[in-house]
């Protein structure tokens, strides 16, 4: 796919106009850095930074069955957020195997609407999937590509969005983590604040018009808070312990063996969401394998499918890695045998490093959570 044939969100002209360096990613063309990828790391996990994630797909969906709905769509249960206004979820979608279609947070802002967002990468799929699985319900599915998206992401983050954005946002400074509001409704400034993030820092994900996309970025930018690419948003979701679809769980990973499992509810059983019996089969034959963290005790860089080695147990495989700036360690996650202990070695080129297996997160709030 070359340069002109990708897809490029609202901000396009701000990055070019900052010196982002542009890389494709699914179909986009993205901002990967500005400049230095470890510097916009820090950044946010020490003051504030921002994300261009317009290319994620923003779905609402209406209707006075959304619930009943949802409720066989998604493995987690949106009972707990039903009657909570604003409240957030972040749950698997499965397919009838119980593989993962998608990871997706939804927002239950009133008992006849729900705000899904899902990845960019999967969007077709994704929607193609909720499409066919509406059968006759009561709902309308409407993908929203006039709204953009900004993350504003780190310890700072909230209040210079406020000092940038001021009555734009009035009200999100009283939102509690994983909720979400509605401001202005109606109105050409109209935002939709969700106190949500993929980087382990506290924060606001800010929609608004595609129009206005630019202006918000832009006082953003003036107020103090870093522009920041893919790059940076990948070291810090590693270190967060935050999967990445299709590196760390996919359609032929179920969410039990993919360090998912807090996201499955299987207390209500009458609750027969779609990928159940295959999940519960899977539980009663025993699980093989679990997801953990490891830290390269040597010079080196963990990497997606590096081979891990467990004695006397088997082999797993690293779905993701990464050099953390935060730890200044190599990091990654793993697909492990269920019995591994604290020890295993990675095959990295032709040599076996030894390395240590730890429980997720790395980082979270800037603080090291492991030795």
């Known amino acids: 796919m070359t340069q002109t044939e990708l897809k490029t969100t609202p901000l396009f002209n701000a990055h070019q106009k900052m010196g982002a360096k542009l890389v494709e990613f699914g179909g986009w063309n993205m901002p990967i850095h500005y400049g230095s990828q470890i510097e916009e790391h820090l950044q946010v996990r020490r003051d504030a930074g921002m994300f261009d994630v317009c290319h994620m797909t923003i779905v609402d969906l209406r209707g006075c069955e959304v619930m009943d709905y949802l409720s066989r769509l998604l493995a987690n249960d949106v009972a707990k957020i039903s009657d909570k206004p604003g409240k957030a979820l972040y749950s698997c979608m499965l397919n009838n195997d119980g593989g993962v279609i998608d990871d997706l947070i939804i927002y239950a802002m009133e008992p006849a609407w729900v705000r899904v967002i899902v990845n960019s990468a999967t969007r077709v799929k994704d929607l193609a999937w909720m499409r066919t699985q509406l059968g006759s319900s009561a709902v309308d599915l409407t993908e929203r590509d006039d709204l953009a998206m900004i993350a504003v992401q780190g310890p700072n983050a ?212 492991v030795d």
């Open 158 to 369: 909230r209040t210079l969005a406020a000092d940038a954005l001021a009555d734009e946002i009035a009200g999100a400074e009283l939102l509690k983590p994983f909720n979400a509001l509605l401001i202005n409704p109606g109105a050409a400034n109209e935002r939709f604040v969700a106190r949500t993030g993929y980087t382990g820092e506290d924060g606001y994900e800010i929609v608004c018009s595609n129009e206005q996309a630019d202006g918000v970025w832009n006082r953003l930018a003036a107020s103090g808070v870093k522009p920041c690419g893919l790059g940076a948003r990948d070291t810090l979701r590693l270190e967060a312990g935050m999967n990445l679809y299709g590196n760390d769980m996919d359609e032929t990973q179920s969410p039990l063996e993919s360090g998912l499992s807090w996201t499955v509810d299987f207390s209500n059983e009458q609750r027969h969401f779609i990928g159940r019996e295959a999940l519960e089969k899977q539980k009663a034959s025993g699980l093989k394998y679990k997801f953990a963290g490891l830290i390269l005790n040597a010079k080196g860089v963990l990497r997606a499918h590096q081979k891990v080695i467990v004695a006397n147990e088997g082999e797993g495989e690293l779905t993701s890695g990464t050099f953390s700036p935060t730890m200044q360690k190599a990091i990654g996650f793993a697909r492990i045998p269920i019995a591994a202990g604290e020890q295993c070695q990675v095959q990295i080129r032709n040599k076996l490093l030894d390395a240590r297996i730890v429980k997720l997160p790395f980082v979270r709030q800037g603080k090291i959570l």
